[in-house]
């Protein structure tokens, strides 16, 4: 299977086929992903949490982003990555972001950047990036990188007024030049209005059923991010138990002196040889 272009997307939207779209932050995960079907996969600055044991995003750098895309990259060659902007990579300057997203492309090749939020300053960035040639996913509702304002991790537009407020900035990062919109924790109806009236793929994370596809964090729904779950994940799998298991399993076989002992797990040597070198 070729990586998928806008194209391919757009026509999946027409067909009503969800696009289904998950993060990855390195080679092994991202070549399963493919080999699962996965049409998307974000290198999600979320790899602050999942990969480096940081408790925010804020900390992720260009360089951990720019190192994380390409191992994802080499991991799915196939298939049509988002490489994520983090924190103060596109908040200063048009120019800043341009280079920042640019670098994604350069050294890593992405399909495409996404960045957050949807005010005036966010659709200036978005027209620029996209002027320069490359594809922009916007990102609204729960942004973590505004978390202090949004008053921390919790679902957005919960009320008539923070729903309308959210519907807009959709239409602001559409009108800004978006080829996608990603709309995270936020009830299903603002989830089907935003997608209902947007003429580019809507994808939806905690954000209801009826948007164009949908995104986990992949460490979520395997089980293996456990210092806290949202309520929209649903849990595929408990690899982190069977991860633990099986570590457990080592350290109590190589204490015992059980491993490796059987011939299946060493290397062996022809009897003659062995006297000529023990000699
Ligand atoms: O960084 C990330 O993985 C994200 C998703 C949680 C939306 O931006
Ligand atoms: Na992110």
Same mark, same amino acid.
Do not use: H, M
């Given at each position: 299977m070729a990586r998928k272009t806008i194209n391919d997307f757009a026509q999946m939207v027409s067909k009503g086929e969800k696009i289904v779209y998950l993060t990855a932050y390195d080679y092994l995960t991202a070549k399963m992903q493919e080999k699962a079907g996965v049409d998307m996969i974000l290198v999600g600055d979320s790899l602050g949490m999942v &990969?480096?044991?940081?408790? #925010? #995003?804020? =900390? $992720? #750098?260009m360089d951990d982003m720019v190192r994380h895309c390409q191992a994802v990259r080499r991991g799915a060659p196939n298939t049509f990555v988002v490489g994520d902007m983090p924190y103060m990579s596109y908040q200063t300057s048009n120019e800043q972001a341009i280079a920042n997203a640019g670098r994604l492309i350069k050294?890593?090749? $992405?399909?495409a950047i996404k960045l957050e939020g949807g005010g005036p300053m966010i659709a200036e960035r978005v027209k620029a990036i996209q002027q320069a040639g490359i594809l922009v996913m916007g990102h609204i509702g729960l942004t973590p990188q505004l978390m202090g304002q949004i008053g921390g991790y919790k679902a957005q537009g919960r009320s008539a007024a923070a729903a309308m407020k959210i519907v807009d900035q959709a239409k602001v990062v559409e009108a800004a030049g978006a080829f996608s919109i990603l709309v995270e924790g936020v009830p299903a109806a603002v989830g089907k209005a935003i997608t209902e009236r947007a003429g580019i793929p809507i994808l939806g994370i905690?954000?209801?059923?009826? &948007?164009h596809g949908q995104l986990l964090i992949y460490a979520d729904m395997v089980g293996m991010y456990d210092n806290f779950t949202p309520k929209f994940v649903k849990k595929y799998a408990n690899v982190g138990e069977v991860l633990t298991n099986a570590f457990k399993e080592y350290v109590a076989e190589v204490r015992a002196a059980q491993? =490796? $002992?059987?011939?299946?797990h060493t290397y062996g040597m022809k009897e003659a040889d062995v006297k000529e070198f023990l000699a």
């Open positions: &990969t480096l044991g940081y408790d #925010t #995003t804020f =900390p $992720v #750098t050294e890593a090749d $992405v399909d905690g954000a209801g059923s009826y &948007t491993f =490796p $002992v059987d011939a299946e």
